[in-house]
Nanobody
Framework: QVQLVESGGGLVQPGGSLRLSCAASGSIVKINNMGWYRQAPGKQRDLVASITSGSTTNYADSVKGRFTISRDNAKNTVSLQMNNLKPEDTAVYYC?????????????????WGQGTQVTVSS
């Protein structure tokens, strides 16, 4: 019923930039928090950045000053602008959103995840 579709990953040299985007679609009543996580090989999935419906943001210390999260509530999208990328930013990046949906006239709140997009930072 709800899908999160990510785009924008790829291969970039150290110091370069990438922009990730994620679009939510389906029977959406409201989207609460949205965010991006990442998971490197052999490591746990960690929060990169999050943004509330009122656009309050939160960042992992490792990306502060380099990454910027934003959202467009009218389009149900969230983006992550990544600048000055480092090899240690290499990971699969996942979009997530806390979404209110409607089913048979009742409301349901659930966390949804995208399929992930690979970001590789290498020379």
């Amino acid at each position: 019923q709800v899908q999160l579709v990510e785009s924008g990953g790829g291969l970039v040299q150290p110091g370069g930039s990438l922009r990730l985007s994620c679009a939510a679609s389906g029977s959406i009543v409201k989207i609460n928090n949205m965010g991006w996580y990442r998971q490197a090989p052999g490591k746990q999935r960690d929060l990169v950045a999050s943004i509330t419906s009122g656009s309050t943001t939160n960042y992992a210390d490792s990306v502060k000053g380099r990454f910027t999260i934003s959202r467009d509530n009218a389009k149900n999208t969230v983006s992550l602008q990544m600048n000055n990328l480092k090899p240690e930013d290499t990971a699969v990046y996942y979009c997530t959103a806390n979404i209110v949906t409607t089913l048979y006239s009742s409301l349901r709140v659930q966390n949804y995840w995208g399929q992930g997009t690979q970001v590789t930072v290498s020379s």
